[in-house]
């Protein structure tokens, strides 16, 4: 069976299968039929929402369209960020949160990420059976109909102009939220930040937030057109946000990206402060302040080793999971740990979302640096990155590593040599024939050679070439 969902949503080219508009319409049927049957009869509610693609309109109407059709009552916030909709679905309540947003990707790319009403991303079994019941659905039609998929008419229930304005309050609840609920008793007043929203769905919303809990903000690429966002800017390019905050003389800068569920930062004097050395200072915050769980902080393992050195000088353990913020969630629910996230900013704090959150992350941060009186640069501290590389190797096949005895016995060499100063991952991607060595240590030209060492181990036993 083809697989629709990767580990955050469907994702793709815009147009294109399964983002065409006939098989949004039929997964948006298909999560509608799906939740009715766990219902008794009543009709599911869904609220919906979009980053600001240009084509995120279009892919939102024709999720709504198949929805109705599937006996399902919608309502849209309009272009509001992920954690956004994630966050009405629980206090509304709906019975789904679905976004449309390719989070950090280029405009071309677009995806569908979908909560439950718990504000957790959708569960795997569900997701295949809407997988199955799409299949289904496509071997059903004729050559003509499947012809037909991109010039699909989309009809739905919504009055467009009611729609706008329930959209605004939609927004303004969440808006609400974070600086009610989140903000409650945080004061910026003398703080200046400059926040780069990435022309993303943060672009109104985050500067909003921050200057109303009284901070001077400078907003820079948050004037979205469709094509722009992602572009040159947010959380995977940091560079214009770095200069900023040094030519202006800011406290700090944070970058979003596309729908606001990360958040990447930059002290005064431009240093760049991944989710690493975030989860670090608020670590130790909590820490000190008897708030964090079990003593325990949640990363994956692509998270330096940096961190987990820093973590244990306070006594603080490092539970790691697979890539994935799914996972990170899985574990902090499993633990009941207080904080958890990943290198790329997408941090979690279970207690007020169960979605990573940029603007809730950044709240959090700042409360940090109001409370203690220090700069960011302070806060982090203690942390130190460790040199890193990853090595791809294209392979031909990709057995367990342990059960390749040349590439056992390389990786057992190398951890022995790294000892606790080091660490080696060995992954294959799940979407390309690829195995990964990364290899994080104390000099980089010593985990450069071992990487290539063991590549070299892994072409010669199962690489494609």
């Known amino acids: 069976m083809t697989r629709l969902f990767g580990t955050d949503g469907i994702r793709g080219e815009a147009g294109v299968y399964p983002l065409d508009a006939r098989t949004v319409c039929k997964i948006g049927r298909s999560l509608a039929r799906q939740l009715a049957l766990r219902l008794d009869g009543r009709a599911p509610e869904f609220v919906t929402g979009c980053d600001t693609r240009e084509s995120g309109t279009w892919i939102e109407r024709a999720l709504i369209a198949g929805a109705e059709e599937g006996g399902a009552r919608c309502q849209s916030a309009g272009v509001i960020t ?130 109303r809990l009284g901070a001077r903000v400078i907003a820079i690429n948050n004037s979205p057109n469709g094509r722009n966002i992602n572009l040159n800017c947010g959380s995977l390019h940091i560079e214009e946000l770095q200069a900023m905050v ?17 958040a990447l930062f930059v002290d005064a004097k431009g240093n760049f402060v991944d989710g690493d050395a975030t989860l670090w200072v608020m670590a130790k ?130 951890e022995d040599e790294l000892g606790d100063s080091g660490r080696l991952l060995l992954r294959y991607s799940g979407t390309e024939p690829l195995a990964r060595v990364m290899i994080q240590g104390t000099e980089q030209d010593i985990i450069e050679r071992k990487a290539n060492t063991i590549a070299a181990v892994i072409n010669e036993a199962i690489g494609a070439s």
């Open 82 to 211: 992920t954690p956004g909709v994630a966050y009405l679905a629980r206090v509304m309540p709906a019975d789904a949160g679905v976004v449309i947003s390719a989070s950090h990707n280029p405009y071309e790319d677009n995806g569908i990420k979908i909560f439950a009403r718990s504000g957790r991303k959708l569960d795997d079994a569900t997701e295949r059976l809407i997988e199955a019941d799409v299949m289904a659905q496509t071997s059903a039609e004729t050559e003509t109909e499947q012809s037909q998929s991109t010039s699909l008419e989309i009809h739905t229930s919504i009055d467009r102009a009611a729609s706008s304005l329930h959209a605004s309050e939609l927004q303004a609840r969440y808006r609400s939220y974070l600086i009610g609920d989140v903000g409650n008793g945080l004061d910026l007043d003398g703080l200046s930040i400059v926040i780069d929203c990435a022309n993303g769905s943060a672009s109104n919303m985050a500067p909003a937030v921050f200057e």
């Open 246 to 262: 040094t030519e202006k003389q800011a406290d700090l800068g944070v970058a979003f990206d596309g729908d606001a569920d990360r």
């Open 285 to 414: 915050y909590l820490h000190l302040h008897g708030q964090l769980t079990n003593d325990a902080v949640v990363a994956t393992v692509m998270s330096n080793i940096g961190l987990e050195i820093a973590l244990r000088s306070i006594d603080v353990g490092l539970l790691r999971t697979d890539v994935g913020d799914k996972y990170v969630l899985e574990k902090l629910l499993e633990t009941g740990a207080s904080v958890g996230g990943e290198q790329s900013g997408h941090i979690i704090f279970p207690g007020l979302s169960l979605a990573g959150d940029g603007i809730i992350t950044t709240l959090r941060l700042l409360k940090v640096l109001k409370e203690t009186g220090e700069t960011l640069e302070a806060l982090t501290s203690g942390f130190t990155r460790y040199p890193q590389i990853l090595v791809n190797v294209r392979v031909r096949q990709k057995p367990p590593f342990a059960e390749v005895e040349a590439i056992a016995h390389a990786a057992r060499a190398v």
